[in-house]
């Protein structure tokens, strides 16, 4: 009878949150030379003066704020380069234009550039169209185009390029996603997601997962942002991401954007940055191809 009880208490007590080791092995020491190596970074076609990347999500997953940390970890400071719309409740996409973003270490800019995008909505009739985001990563779309909910850009638009060279293109998109509710991620985004990812692996585009918010999504790693890798929960959010994308686990990554801190932190910063360091891998083995769309 005791015997009987002991067993069921055993069955009865939760499982831990955490696995035994780090399904993934990360070196949280890298910083420096994650950093030194992102800085000294150098195309492989000498003929393109910078690594164009897409920035791609849904409002409110954190896409303004994954570029403004990069930029916080070169400045060493906290940076708001991209606005972020800080209104609780309101997922309506704050960005309207389409923004080239540099990264700078100081005063000198790095060879990647970030486009900011509006958001990706699941509703037919809101955010960022389909047909926009594919036809920005193939260089169609100028900075400073204010996007239309209702209607693609058309080759009439002042801010249409008709022919684009290798340097206005693409070579990475990166999709932001937010891991605290990505299990409640709607069928018709992901089915856009979907399109964008056929159209733009059609023609060999790199594409990356980036999965913010994992201290919202994850006490244990609220408390402790060095448990990301162990955290069966992050794991699994991680496998969703995969899913709903198309995208290997491999090139997906979990972050934590700078959102309320007035200083920059060594552990966040070695996520963001190593997030960064396969985004530039990526884009730059997308362009030694050297092939034009």
Same mark, same amino acid.
């Given at each position: 009878m005791g015997s009987s009880q002991s067993q069921k208490q055993k069955k009865q007590q939760p499982s831990s949150p955490e696995l035994e080791t780090p399904w993934r092995s990360f070196d949280w020491g890298q910083k420096e030379a994650l950093? +030194?190596? &992102?800085?000294?970074? %150098? &195309?492989?076609?000498?003929? *393109? !003066? $910078?690594? =164009?990347?897409?920035?791609?999500?849904?409002?409110?997953a954190g896409k303004?704020?994954?570029? #403004?940390?990069?930029?916080?970890?070169?400045?060493?400071?906290?940076?708001? +380069?991209?606005? *972020?719309?800080?209104?609780?409740? $309101?997922?309506?996409?704050?960005t309207e234009k389409l923004k080239r973003l540099t990264i700078k270490n100081g005063k000198t800019s790095l060879p990647f550039v970030f486009f900011d995008i509006m958001g990706l909505e699941a509703e037919e009739f809101h955010g960022s169209k389909t047909e926009d985001i594919i036809k920005t990563v193939f260089g169609h779309v100028k900075d400073g185009y204010k996007f239309n909910e209702e209607q693609s850009i058309d080759y009439k638009d002042q801010h249409y390029t008709s022919d684009p060279s290798l340097s206005d293109q693409c070579f990475c998109?990166?999709?932001?996603?937010?891991? @605290?509710?990505?299990?409640? %991620?709607?069928?018709?985004?992901?089915? =856009?997601?979907?399109?964008?990812? +056929? !159209?733009?692996? /059609? @023609?060999?585009?790199?594409?990356?997962?980036?999965?913010t918010k994992v201290d919202e999504a994850c006490p244990l790693v609220k408390n402790d942002l060095r448990k990301v890798y162990s955290s069966k929960k992050i794991k699994e959010k991680m496998e969703l991401c995969s899913a709903?994308?198309?995208?290997?686990? %491999?090139?997906?990554?979990?972050? +934590? #954007?700078?959102?309320?801190?007035? /200083?920059? @932190?060594?552990?966040? $910063? *070695?996520?963001?940055?190593?997030? &960064?360091?396969?985004?530039?891998?990526?884009?730059? /083995?997308?362009?030694?191809?050297?092939?034009?769309?």
């Amino acid at each position: 009878m005791g015997s009987s009880q002991s067993q069921k208490q055993k069955k009865q007590q939760p499982s831990s949150p955490e696995l035994e080791t780090p399904w993934r092995s990360f070196d949280w020491g890298q910083k420096e030379a994650l950093r +030194k190596w &992102l800085e000294n970074f %150098t &195309l492989s076609d000498p003929n *393109v !003066k $910078d690594i =164009k990347i897409l920035v791609v999500g849904p409002s409110g997953a954190g896409k303004s704020s994954f570029i #403004n940390s990069i930029n916080s970890v070169f400045q060493r400071r906290i940076s708001s +380069k991209a606005l *972020v719309n800080s209104a609780g409740g $309101d997922n309506h996409s704050f960005t309207e234009k389409l923004k080239r973003l540099t990264i700078k270490n100081g005063k000198t800019s790095l060879p990647f550039v970030f486009f900011d995008i509006m958001g990706l909505e699941a509703e037919e009739f809101h955010g960022s169209k389909t047909e926009d985001i594919i036809k920005t990563v193939f260089g169609h779309v100028k900075d400073g185009y204010k996007f239309n909910e209702e209607q693609s850009i058309d080759y009439k638009d002042q801010h249409y390029t008709s022919d684009p060279s290798l340097s206005d293109q693409c070579f990475c998109v990166v999709y932001i996603i937010d891991g @605290k509710i990505v299990q409640y %991620t709607e069928d018709r985004l992901i089915k =856009k997601l979907k399109i964008i990812r +056929k !159209k733009i692996s /059609d @023609k060999g585009i790199a594409q990356v997962v980036v999965m913010t918010k994992v201290d919202e999504a994850c006490p244990l790693v609220k408390n402790d942002l060095r448990k990301v890798y162990s955290s069966k929960k992050i794991k699994e959010k991680m496998e969703l991401c995969s899913a709903h994308t198309g995208v290997p686990m %491999t090139n997906i990554f979990p972050v +934590k #954007n700078y959102h309320d801190e007035i /200083d920059t @932190k060594d552990d966040v $910063d *070695v996520l963001i940055l190593k997030a &960064l360091e396969q985004i530039v891998h990526n884009a730059n /083995d997308r362009l030694e191809d050297n092939e034009t769309y």
